[in-house]
């Protein structure tokens, strides 16, 4: 007999049993929390044919962009090939190919296809809208989802993770006020649903709202518990904090929640790695802590998979004062950069020369530094991340313009930022600090 998801889609061999723990995790993973791989791997020892059980375990270990997941997805990919029946299944293990192969956009294309004839394919939805935002793609992190809208309502089960996707999608293209209602819509809906808080967060982080962005993490931390995205949601706490120069409150998030973490996820390092960069712009110091993430990205980091995340191990192997391994992430992007895959281009155009900027910034050639920022600041979108990771690279060249006594370029970043974030005591001291500067 055909079984059918929730939702009218086919799965093919699944039975009453695995299909209830393949919606399971689907629901966990639309939440971000809990364990869907557990979910999923139940879904699977009941029906070792359920293609669409063994894509989506390839999924789940393909979005993390963990260098471990790789070789457990190629295994989950194998299965989905082999059982795969409909068309739909088997565009899904082909834009896992595809991504297995290096091709993100590829991958972000047959996933549009698949929603464009399923709209209510939330797994398709949800990891076509993760490589949107792997590969930069704003446009598309909203209008993949946007497609599917007018498909979904209040009254069908993961309308809230559309919600979070497409509020997500409006604030990294600008529309503020329309993801702020759409995020709160999906919280609302969902207090557990990690995504939907997240793109409010986004939002709140952009209009500079720190105040108010403390008081939506904090008013009810449903989206931290059991969740596998707590400790991004912590880190915008944490930068709600910081813009207010509240390093206490910041060193207490750091140590508890982030680096009290465990740092068990590629995206925990970066958060980590990113907050301990931005206090070093502030000149705070860090003191040790620098170095149990420098040994966590040693342990599990693979330079020259993904380019974002190299930058980010390059940042902190440089304020672990570990040159040499940093020059060694410098090279694999360098390489990585003449390879194959889309991450070639990522490499090139953005991660080599942000790796070589932090490379000056580290050893104090400031000048160079924001020489090199200046000259990617405008695109730097194309190597992934949201425009809220993506400000370390305009803090950090303002830190390197004021260190290099570049009055009047210090005073125009200045003055650029005042114009956005004038509320901010940081924005402040900035202009401060470059009004100070000779011509
Ligand atoms: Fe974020």
């Not at 082999?82 to 082909?94: D, M, V």
């Not at 974002?308 to 410098?330: P, S, W, Y």
């Not at 090279?331 to 900027?357: C, K, M, T, W, Y």
Request: proline residues 3%; glycine residues 10%; negative net charge.
């Amino acid at each position: 007999m055909t079984v059918h998801d929730m939702h009218g889609l086919t799965l093919t061999g699944a039975s009453a049993t695995s299909l209830a723990a393949y919606e399971q995790a689907l629901a966990e993973l639309q939440c971000y929390r809990a364990d869907p791989v557990a979910s999923i791997d139940r879904a699977i020892a009941d029906d070792p044919g359920f293609a669409m059980g063994h894509a989506m375990r390839a999924w789940l270990h393909l979005l993390g962009t963990e260098p471990a997941g790789y070789a457990i997805a190629e295994a989950s990919h194998r299965e989905a090939m082999t059982h795969a029946a409909t068309r739909r299944e088997k565009g899904h293990a082909a834009a896992i190919a595809a991504l297995l192969g290096g091709g993100w956009h590829e991958a972000g294309r047959i996933l549009e296809d698949i929603a464009l004839e399923h709209p209510h394919d939330g797994l398709a939805l949800i990891a076509g809208h993760q490589i949107d935002f792997f590969r930069g793609d704003a446009r598309m992190l909203r209008d993949r989802i946007a497609r599917a809208m007018p498909h979904w309502d209040a009254g069908r089960p993961g309308y809230h993770s559309v919600l979070g996707m497409y509020a997500f999608g409006l604030e990294e293209t600008g529309h503020f006020p329309q993801a702020e209602r759409i995020g709160r819509q999906g919280v609302e809906i969902e207090p557990r649903d990690g995504w939907s808080q997240h793109a409010v967060a986004h939002v709140l982080e952009m209009q500079n709202r720190s105040v108010e962005g403390i008081a939506w993490m904090t008013q009810s931390e449903a989206w931290a518990q059991d969740s596998f995205f707590a400790v991004h949601n912590w880190w915008h706490l944490a930068l709600y904090h910081l813009e207010l120069g509240q390093f206490d409150a910041v060193f207490d998030l750091l140590d508890q929640r982030i680096l009290g973490s465990g740092l068990v996820t590629v995206i925990d390092l970066i958060d980590a790695s990113a907050m301990l960069w931005r206090l070093a712009l502030r000149g705070v110091d860090a003191a040790e802590r620098w170095q149990g993430v420098a040994d966590r990205w040693q342990q599990s980091g693979q330079p020259g998979l993904y380019a974002f995340n190299d930058v980010h191990m390059i940042m902190a192997l440089i304020g672990a004062g570990r040159t040499q391994a940093a020059k060694e992430v410098l090279a694999a992007l360098a390489e990585a950069a003449h390879g194959g895959g889309d991450n070639a281009r990522f490499s090139a155009e953005i991660g080599l020369p942000v790796g070589q900027a932090l490379w000056d910034f580290g050893r104090g050639d400031y000048a160079s530094c924001a020489r090199r920022l200046r000259a990617i600041r405008g695109m730097s979108r194309r190597f992934g991340g949201s425009d809220a990771q993506r400000d370390v690279l305009d803090l950090t060249l303002i830190e390197a313009a004021l260190r290099a006594g570049d009055g009047a370029l210090a005073r125009g970043l200045a003055a650029e930022r005042d114009a956005m974030r004038h509320e901010s005591p940081l924005t402040q001291l900035f202009l401060r600090r470059a009004q100070a500067l000779a011509s």
